[in-house]
C-alpha cells in the first residue's frame, strides 16, 4: 500500500500492513453493481446553478442518491466534466460529518463511512474520505470491518481503499487504525453460495491531485 510523492509528509504514515494482509485473504465482493446505471438524485434546501461554469451548489441537509449509494453532507457543490461526468465536492458542519452508504453485492451486507469532506468522481467510481475518515463493512446492523485514517481513497466498483495516517485522523497521535471483528461477534457464518467477503486494501492506488 504505497502512498503518492506528493502526499505530505505528515500523511505517509502506513497502517497496520499484516493486519490489512489479512483482508485479502478471501477477495472482495463489489458494491452493488445496479447502482452504476442509475441517475443522480439530489434533495436540498437551497441551492443555486451556474450554467457557464456547469456548476451547482446546494446547502442544508443535501441528500444524493444513485441507486443504493447515498451521500449526506450540508453543503454540496456538483460539477459537470466536458465530457458529461459529474465530480460532487461534499462538506459537513461542525459534528456533523458527510455520510456515506451504499449496499454490496453480498445481500445483508453494506459499505458506509464518514468524514469532514467526501470527493466523489462518477468517471472513475472512486470516493475520497478527507479528515477524521472511517469506513466500515456492515452485515445487517453489525460491523464486520472498520478502517480509520487521515484521507480513506475508495473504490466503489472493485472496494479496493488505501488509508493514510496523519493529523486528521480520528486514531490518536495521527495513526491509521484496522479493527476485524472476529466471526462469532459479527455475523453467523456465511453460505456457500453467497460467501461474505470484506473490503480489501490497495497496492497501487494513488491519490487524486488537486486540478
Keep these: 500500500m504505497t502512498l503518492s510523492p506528493f502526499s505530505p509528509p505528515l500523511l505517509r504514515r502506513h497502517l497496520l500492513l499484516p493486519a490489512l494482509a489479512l483482508l485479502l485473504s478471501v477477495g472482495a465482493a463489489m458494491a452493488e453493481r445496479a447502482d452504476r446505471d442509475k441517475p443522480i438524485n439530489i434533495d436540498y434546501d437551497r441551492g443555486g446553478v451556474d450554467l457557464v461554469k456547469q456548476r451547482t451548489e446546494f446547502s442544508g441537509n443535501v441528500v444524493l442518491t444513485k441507486g443504493s449509494m447515498q451521500l ?13 461526468y459529474k465530480q460532487a465536492y461534499a462538506n459537513g458542519a461542525t459534528g456533523k460529518p458527510v455520510r456515506f452508504r451504499q449496499a454490496r453485492d453480498v445481500p445483508g451486507e453494506f459499505i458506509e463511512g464518514w468524514a469532514d469532506q467526501v470527493e466523489y ?3 472513475s467510481d472512486t470516493m475520497r474520505f478527507i479528515g477524521n ?7 445487517g446492523s453489525t460491523v464486520a470491518d472498520e478502517v480509520a485514517g487521515a484521507i480513506i481513497h475508495y473504490d466503489n466498483r472493485s472496494e479496493v481503499f488505501s488509508i493514510e495516517g496523519g493529523q486528521a485522523s480520528p486514531h490518536p497521535a495521527g495513526r491509521g487504525r484496522v479493527v476485524m471483528m472476529p466471526r462469532a461477534a459479527s455475523a453467523p457464518g456465511p453460505t456457500a453460495s453467497e460467501p461474505a467477503l470484506p473490503l480489501q ?3 497501487n492506488l494513488r491519490p487524486r491531485q488537486p486540478s
Design 121 to 123: 468522481d462518477t468517471r
Design 201 to 203: 486494501p490497495s497496492l
Design 133 to 139: 475518515a472511517v469506513l466500515r463493512r456492515l452485515r
Design 72 to 84: 449526506r453532507a450540508e453543503h454540496m457543490d456538483v460539477r459537470e466534466t466536458a465530457d458529461g
